[in-house]
């Protein structure tokens, strides 16, 4: 195959190690190939794109391997133009896997034109990526307290999720801080309920009866206090976020259009995207991207039904998905109808078991020729072998 890029170089990743394969133009004409490692601390990595460098690499290649990757790609970008590859694209083959190899399997890949980059926003916008991902995964720690709370509440027998919608409303945490404190009448912590909740005081004197003690006191307490600390962090970020997110202004409020869409989807969705919609061919390729697109499996001419190809997971978690159109009513079908047997002639529908038997005698026949049992007639589930009728 044609040599595309002369000077490359495939990069291996590990937690502790990197190898690095460089393949340049011999003197003869041949490609030759140098391998070295290095340690991914942030010297080691300096001094490997000094290397790098000096061996006149103009385009380098990684696989997307864990977060190993990302010290060693934000290292070299500064220096030359920099891939990150998926990892199922540069399948090597199976049985001769190394570190060596893979690294010079890369550099292969990449010299001859056979693998195409992932999408590695800026720097500014791999800021904005921390900061939604990480107030994502507090609102996810916020549920997770939310449900713990509600189940050490029916260990005690505590049944306030039974009338309140929101376990972690004001009026249920009032309830359960009274809790904490240690009061146990029913009526008093009933009557901490506020606005619409005040409806159902009877109900919740009953709810609030039960065996509550000292050691659900101590994780109750410790599970509000985590939960009014991760609401704390969520707004310091929404703060933040809505400071950061000003120069993309315009691009939130055509996004907040859509119905469905509110603003921390759309900050999830600069932050994911870039907000530059030129990287992405069409709306189907964002689609496929984002992984809401669906996958197709086509063999020998048939095509069969496939889920949906892996993407982006921080934006489909956040996405508005539209509801599934009913399914189409199906065609009457035609059924034969089912025979009409007339009254009492002692028969049953075919491959129905019976034991009853009527005669009567065939047309054209004498009363004296042995009639034929209804059960033993031709294609009969009883029927019996053909035999010659007796003599008369």
């Known amino acids: 195959m044609d040599v595309l890029v002369e000077r490359v170089a495939g990069l291996d990743i590990g937690k502790k190690i990197v190898v690095v394969c460089v393949r340049t133009p011999g003197p003869t004409g041949k490609r030759v190939s140098e391998t070295r490692t290095f340690p991914t601390m942030t010297r080691s990595l300096r001094v490997m794109a000094d290397w790098l460098v000096g061996c006149g690499v103009t385009l380098a290649a990684m696989e997307s391997t864990s977060t190993y990757w990302k010290p060693v790609f934000y290292c070299l970008e500064e220096q030359m133009t920099t891939w990150l590859l998926n990892a199922a694209h540069i399948k090597a083959v199976p049985g001769r896997k190394t570190d060596v190899r893979d690294a010079e399997w890369i550099a292969q890949l990449l010299e001859h034109g056979l693998v195409a980059p992932s999408f590695v926003p800026e720097a500014p916008i791999r800021r904005l990526r921390n900061l939604t991902r990480y107030r994502m995964q507090l609102q996810g720690d916020r549920t997770r307290d939310a449900d713990r709370l509600e189940k050490l509440l029916e260990d005690a027998s505590i049944k306030i999720s039974a009338v309140a919608s929101n376990i972690a409303g004001v009026s249920a945490r009032a309830m359960m801080a009274a809790l904490v404190a240690g009061e146990r009448d029913p009526a008093v912590m009933a009557d901490l309920a506020r606005s619409k909740l005040r409806r159902k005081i009877p109900d919740l004197t009953e709810a609030l009866t039960g065996h509550f003690d000292d050691h659900h006191a101590l994780i109750v307490g410790q599970l509000l206090a985590r939960i009014a600390a991760t609401e704390q962090a969520i707004a310091d970020l929404d703060a933040h976020l809505d400071q950061a997110m000003s120069p ?28 530059d919609m030129s990287r992405f061919a069409g709306p189907g390729n964002l689609a496929s991207w984002a992984g809401v697109a669906p996958g197709m499996h086509e063999s020998a001419g048939r095509r069969h039904p496939v889920g949906a190809r892996p993407g982006n997971r921080f934006l489909t978690r956040c996405s508005s998905r539209p509801p599934s159109p009913p399914p189409a009513p199906r065609a009457p079908t035609s059924r034969p109808s089912s025979p009409t047997w007339p009254p009492g002639a002692g028969a049953t529908a075919p491959g129905s078991p019976s034991r009853t038997r009527s005669w009567s005698p065939p047309t054209g026949c004498s009363s004296a020729t042995s009639p034929t049992p209804t059960s033993a007639r031709p294609g009969s589930p009883t029927a019996a072998p053909n035999r010659p009728a007796p003599d008369a």
């Open 248 to 275: 993309w202004a315009h691009e939130i409020d055509l996004l907040c259009t859509i119905p469905g869409v509110g603003k921390l989807v759309a900050w999830t969705f600069i932050a994911e995207t870039g907000g």
